[in-house]
Structures are given as C-alpha cells and as structure tokens.
C-alpha cells in the first residue's frame, strides 16, 4: 500500500474550476493506477476517474466527461484532478485512491486497497 494525501479542497461557484491533488509516499509510485471517488452526503461512494500507471489511459464517470481530467506527475509521486465547469452536483468528499495494477482498473471502489482522507470540495449555485 501506499499513503495518500489530498491537496485541500475548497469552495468554488457554479461554473468555476478547481485542480485537486494527491500525493503519493513509496517508490512504487509508478506501478500504480491512480483513481479518484467521490461522496456526497447521504450517497454512496462513486467513481469520478481513473488513470493507468503509465498514464496512457484514462477513465471517466459520464457525470465528469468533457469537464474534468485526471493526469500524473510521476516524478512528483502527484496525481491531479482538473475540475472545469462546477456544478452544485459536483459538492462532495473527494478521496484519491492506488492500486497496483498494470492494467487500468475497474470503475469500482473494491479494486483500489490505498485511500486517502478526503478532501472537501463544495459548488455554490
């Protein structure tokens, strides 16, 4: 496993743009697929996006498509999360999640074993 700390999430309005980031402890940084999840209160936790550890390939909700984009920085260790065109449905708990995988995981929470706290972002109408 690896450790995972988000950047601070923030407020922001309709419309506007925020980039989250993850950092990563290990040296085997590269060997993971790096996703991000997300929940709102009273919801269940939910895919938002995910990229391979070679970065080549990515994986997005239809919720985020065309409005958010998942990159890294693999010698930052960083995982970053390009949030465009907010909306009120965006506001929830953001979480940056790892997996050692070769291979770009599925959209689902019980492939990824390393978890980050969580961060706050919240979209004001």
């Known amino acids: 496993q690896v450790q995972l700390i988000e950047s601070a999430g923030g407020l922001v309005q309709a419309g506007g743009s925020l980039r989250l980031s993850c950092a990563a402890s290990?040296?085997?940084?590269?060997?993971?697929?790096m996703g991000w999840f997300r929940q709102a209160p009273g919801k269940e936790r939910e895919f938002v996006a995910v990229?391979?550890?070679?970065?080549?390939?990515?994986n997005y909700a239809d919720s985020v498509k065309g409005r958010f984009s998942i990159s890294r920085d693999s010698a930052k260790n960083t995982v970053y999360l390009q949030m465009n065109s907010l909306k009120p449905e965006d506001t929830a708990v953001y979480y940056c999640?790892?997996?050692?995988?070769?291979?770009?995981?599925?959209?689902?929470?019980?492939?990824?074993?390393?978890w980050g706290r969580g961060t706050q972002v919240t979209v004001s109408s």
């Open positions: 990229i391979s550890w070679s970065g080549y390939n990515t």
């Open positions: 999640a790892a997996t050692p995988s070769r291979t770009i995981p599925r959209a689902a929470a019980t492939e990824f074993d390393s």
């Open positions: 290990g040296r085997t940084f590269g060997t993971y697929a």
